[in-house]
């Protein structure tokens, strides 16, 4: 069975500075997907990043970068300069690459990005 | 590309009524998922199709929870007699299954039943 565990419901973020937003998870397929969605109060659901369970190096896409721990089996999204528009809820995910297709979540992170 | 497009964005009904939701996946995308948000369970999957086969449908509540692919690119999930435990955003997914490849999300539908 597969498993994500996000662990902090809220966090605050002065604007300009990082933010890393915790994600761990469980799972017993030897290749497997992990990815960030943030979505804001509109509801859209926004895909971020994407590492691979055997990727050498950790993904990054513009101010985002995955922080990929594969033995702590820990996958932390950081968001470097923090932006008001960042505020919004974020989901990690993971999908199997060898068996089914579908995307697990967690339970989200809300990030409140201060002026 | 248009995206995801599902319909309707908000639909309230009265409890006993049926209510359709529909999902236009991406051009040459082969997969599709539905999804359904509340704040109790947050996002469970509730049915997805490869090739508009349905390969897993166990996140489907009961039997008045239906759901189809009639063509490469459309979707409906059905939902009859709908009850105010079904209220909650639907999010309909299309991907390329692909290793490496994510999932684009269409806007959802807001569903509150009365």
């Known amino acids: ?46 895909f971020l990043i994407y590492q691979g369970s055997y990727d050498q190096q950790n993904a990054t896409e513009g101010r985002y970068s995955l922080n990929f721990q594969k033995a702590r089996k820990s996958a932390n999204l950081v968001i470097s300069a923090s932006q008001l528009g960042d505020s919004a809820m974020y989901f990690c995910a993971m999908r199997s690459e060898t068996g089914a297709n579908n995307l697990f979540f967690g339970t989200g992170t809300r990030l409140t990005v201060i002026p | 590309d248009a995206g995801v497009i599902q319909s309707p964005r908000h639909e309230v009904t009265e409890m006993g009524q049926e209510v359709t939701l529909r999902c236009k996946l991406i051009s040459g995308h082969n997969s599709l998922f539905w999804y359904r948000q509340t704040m109790m369970r947050g996002l469970e999957l509730l049915i997805y199709f490869n090739n508009n086969v349905p390969i897993d449908d166990s996140g489907m509540p009961e039997d008045r929870f239906s759901a189809k692919m009639p063509n490469a690119s459309f979707s409906t999930l059905k939902i009859q007699p709908s009850e105010p435990r079904d209220s909650a955003v639907y999010f309909c997914a299309s991907s390329l299954l692909r290793t490496g490849y994510g999932y684009t999300f269409g806007s959802g539908t807001r569903l509150t039943v009365v």
């Open chain 1, 1 to 46: 069975a597969q498993k994500i565990t996000q662990t902090q419901p809220g966090m605050f973020v002065q604007e300009k500075e990082a933010v890393t937003l915790d994600c761990t998870y469980d799972t017993s397929d030897p290749s497997y997907g992990l990815f960030w969605y943030k979505q804001p109060s509109s509801g859209e659901m926004i």
